[in-house]
Structures are given as C-alpha cells and as structure tokens.
T-cell receptor
Framework: EPEVTQTPSHQVTQMGQEVILRCVPI?????FYWYRQILGQKVEFLVS????????KSEIFDDQFSVERPDGSNFTLKIRSTKLEDSAMYFC??????????????FGDGTRLSIL | AQRVTQPEKLLSVFKGAPVELKCNYS??????LFWYVQYSRQRLQLLLR??SRESIKGFTADLNKGETSFHLKKPFAQEEDSAMYYC??????????FGTGTRLTIIP
C-alpha cells in the first residue's frame, strides 16, 4: 500500500537556524498538508496546499513558515528562524481530490523536531 | 468555528469488555467525521469514516447529528486495541480538526 514518507525522522537544530522538513506524498494525491503535535497536546493543522499554492493556513503558520513543492514529488516545510516553541512532531499528510467527495488524509510517520 | 471534543484523556477497559470512546463536535455545516488511531511508535492511521459506514477491526461509529456525536464503539475489546484514538472533523478537502485524543488501554 502506498505511504506518505517523511525525512528525517528526527531533526535537532539550534535556535535561530533554518530547518527544512521533507515529505513525499502518495503519488496520485493532489492535496497536501502539514500538521504539528507539541508533546502532550493535540494534533494541530498548519497549512494545506493544492495546485501549487497554499489553500488554507492556521494562525500558527506565520511568516517564519513556508511550504514548497519543488519538483513534483517532494513537499517541504521550511521554518526560517526556529524558536524553542517550534519543538514538536510534524506530520505531513496527503489526500486525493475527487469531485464533491471528502477523501481521507493519509499521514506520514512524522518528523520530531527538537530545538536547542 | 469547528471543534471536536473528546472528554476522556485516558480510558482503561478489561479485555473482552465493551469499549466506547466519546466524541462530540460542533460545526454549522455537514462535516465528515473520522476516527484515526495511533498505535505505539506508529503513524496516524485512518480507522474509519462516517460516510463509509463500515466496521474496521470490530469498531463502528455512528454519526448522531441531533447530539452532534460520533462515538467509537467495539463490543469486545482486544489487547491489540491499546492505542491513542483521535476523532477528527473535515469539511471539503480542507484541514482536519482533531480532538485531544483518548489513550485506550486494554487490561489483560
């Protein structure tokens, strides 16, 4: 069964540094998402991406965050200048786009981001 | 604003006993409801969705629009059901709004 893959599984970064989290969505999927889960808290939506542009973003997704689909297979989340509070598990998800149908989102294993 | 509430953070049930994980939602339209499960050290996996009305691993969930609930049920708990369970709401191909999750522990 096809899966969403995320790399790296764990990223340790100094505060203030840039970090890029990578995701390879399922190949025929057209909607892409990033979520995060701070330790002990619920999974929170960050951003959704469709047709090469952001379709929705949350309040968390401020100017420090950006997403990109650079080559038709990868979907990346960049945090420009990391803060301690960015430490969390980051999940990538993707879904098909069928007309007038809610398709389930399939999640990757996540990247654990630790900011020192 | 859409919201999903899972009132129980922790739930322990004896093996063979019935399980019910509660989920209530608030949304003004007609959302789709999902249950996701996260087994230890594994990814979030879709368990079931209300629109398909199927039973997965013995679990069922019925959407009750009057009570705005989507409780997850299983008649006889098994040890392998121990996991974190998240109820989630979605409208269109938009964001999933998750509840805070319920950690289910099955006592042998």
């Amino acid at each position: 069964e096809p899966e969403v893959t995320q790399t790296p599984s764990h990223q340790v970064t100094q505060m203030g540094q840039e970090v890029i989290l990578r995701c390879v969505p399922i190949s025929n999927h057209l909607y892409f998402y990033w979520y995060r889960q701070i330790l002990g808290q619920k999974v929170e939506f960050l951003v959704s991406f469709y047709n090469n542009e952001i379709s929705e973003k949350s309040e968390i997704f401020d100017d420090q965050f950006s997403v990109e689909r650079p080559d038709g297979s990868n979907f990346t989340l960049k945090i420009r200048s990391t803060k301690l509070e960015d430490s969390a598990m980051y999940f990538c998800a993707s879904s098909e786009a069928l007309h007038d149908s809610n398709q389930p989102q399939h999640f990757g294993d996540g990247t654990r981001l630790s900011i020192l | 604003a859409q919201r999903v509430t899972q009132p129980e953070k922790l739930l322990s049930v004896f093996k063979g006993a019935p399980v019910e994980l509660k989920c209530n939602y608030s949304y003004s339209g007609s959302p789709e409801l999902f249950w996701y499960v996260q087994y230890s050290r594994q990814r979030l996996q879709l368990l079931l969705r209300h629109i398909s009305r199927e039973s997965i691993k013995g679990f069922t969930a019925d959407l009750n629009k009057g009570e705005t609930s989507f409780h997850l049920k299983k008649p006889f708990a098994q040890e392998e059901d121990s996991a974190m369970y998240y109820c989630a709401l979605c409208f269109g191909n938009e964001k999933l709004t998750f509840g805070t999750g319920t950690r289910l522990t099955i006592i042998p």
